[in-house]
């Protein structure tokens, strides 16, 4: 900015060491009359006499310029002071004797105007300041002109009163300060006593924590023993069982055969009984064998590529028979072409024989229906029934061991089928869900990868 941009408010000149007392105390009632507030008045004053004692040192004084101009980089008015040396300023720099000088002021530096090297230095004045209008300025250039300027004695007492003020305001700091340490200390007394009982609540939770997982982990032990120890005994006692049930089926087959002695009307119906308690013990011995199995993990997949379609076929011709009655129908759907998948061929296919199976008993007219759909890379094959459904409270327990659905409809059977058959497509890699209504039939859809597990 140019040092002529506006007329001159006041201007002086600096050579003894009077002058800087004028300088200081002229600097202040042109502060306050362009509306800075007392502190930046002081501060304008102060740096004022500092500036001027070392011009006055350095460059034998200076004329001293007051000015009210625009501060372009913030859309302010600024109070700004040019002090043009006597003498050049070396190598045209000037450094401040007291660095603080420059945190006084807004502005401090050296600046070139029409040749001439001077210090300028600015402050801005407080946005609530009074707009003052061309007239008005012209008011305080005359009233600076006709006031008088006072003695070193008279800006000697305005300093101590200034230096008063200021220790005041110092002192008044120190109280507050004083008083936001000791407001501070309570407050961190009560973060770390609030601190501390958290340590120990946490401390405490994490040593219950701790001991929680202890007795979980033994708990588990002890449940993982128990199962393999149910899983040896089924195992042991089906393979026990399984030979002298087949004695007797063998023994009832012999008395029931023609080439031996005729037996009585009431002698081959109690025969067909025993051989029909023991075929049904055989099938309970069969599925406690295969559980047993299945839960130890001795079931290794024997993963090939499987075609659903002879699958199925299978399926249509070994279970049509067991429909319960004329008002069943199996249905078994051909599954869409290509229809083959990553599997163990034996293990699905007592998987769906045991679905489809479950559902003849179950469903007393309608259908029972055997499909397949593929959906990106897994196989939905579902069984569905028109039997009398499941309630959806019910539809977690059916996949329990030993757990048959009540109701009048209920018919024999050991409630193993469905546990196994869900174990057999984990094995696979796929699910088996559940979807039935009372009185709408069930659902049940096994869920496979495409490629395998």
Sequence with gaps: MDVSDSAPLLQLALRVEHDIFLVRQRGREVAAVVGLEHQDQVRMATALSEVARDLLRTSGGADVTFRLTDDADVGRRQLRVDLAPVT????????????????LVDKLGVVTGKGDTVVMMSRRVPVAAPTLTPERLAEIRAELARSAPGSAVDELAAQNQQLIAALDEVRSQRDELAVLNDELQETNRGVMALYNQLTEELEETN???????????????????????KSRFLANVSHELRAPVTAIMGLGRLLADSASDPLTAEQARQVGLIRSSAADLLALVNELLDLAKAESGRIEPDWTEVDLRPVFGQLRGTLRALATGPDVALVVEEPPTPATLRTDEVLLGQ????????????????????????????????????????????HGRIFEEFYQVPGATRVGGTGLGLPYARRLVTLLGGTLELASEPGRGSTFTVTLPVGGA
Excluded: C
């Design 207 to 229: 040593r219950g924590v701790v001991a929680l997982y202890a007795e979980l982990d033994e708990k588990s032990a002890q449940l993982r023993a128990a199962s393999e120890s």
């Design 88 to 103: 050049p300023l070396p190598d045209g720099r000037y450094e401040p004797e007291s660095a603080a000088v420059a945190r």
């Design 351 to 394: 998987v769906l024989r045991n679905l489809l199976h479950n559902g003849l008993k179950f469903t007393q007219r309608g259908e029972v229906r055997l499909r397949a759909r593929r959906e990106g890379d897994r196989w939905l094959l579902s069984v569905s029934d028109t039997g009398p459904g499941i309630p959806e409270e019910l």
